[in-house]
């Protein structure tokens, strides 16, 4: 398993920006394809955006794309994800996640590994 820890949440007004990111660790991070996913309270967990292990292909939520970037640097071993436009129902807990191979895909089932989340509230 791959181990992940997100970190870059917080509390941010609406229109503004936030830069996520997530450390990799135990399992060589460029094997795997990688994605974010979101949960609201009382909600459920629900795709943002996926990226391929080299980077080359991403995919998106109709509901962020415009908005999010999801990029990797595989010599860091770090998944990013920038918001920006946020607006308050971007609000969650944001976790990111390593697929079981090097594609992407938007269902959880997909995806090995998970971190603990990171906050992100956006206030209006």
């Known amino acids: 398993q791959v181990h992940l820890v997100e970190s870059g949440g917080g509390l941010v007004q609406a229109g503004g920006s936030l830069r996520l990111s997530c450390a990799a660790s135990?399992?060589?991070?460029?094997?795997?394809?990688m994605g974010w996913f979101r949960q609201a309270p009382g909600k459920e967990r629900e795709f943002v955006a996926a990226?391929?292990?080299?980077?080359?292909?991403?995919l998106y939520a109709d509901s962020v794309k415009g908005r999010f970037t999801i990029s990797r640097d595989n010599t860091k071993n770090t998944l990013y994800l920038q918001m920006n436009s946020l607006k308050p129902e971007d609000t969650a807990v944001y976790y990111c996640?390593?697929?079981?191979?090097?594609?992407?895909?938007?269902?959880?089932?997909?995806?090995?590994?998970w971190g603990q989340g990171t906050q992100v509230t956006v206030s209006s």
């Open positions: 990226i391929t292990w080299n980077g080359v292909s991403t």
């Open positions: 996640a390593a697929h079981r191979g090097r594609v992407y895909s938007s269902r959880p089932a997909d995806f090995g590994s």
């Open positions: 135990g399992r060589t991070f460029s094997n795997f394809g």
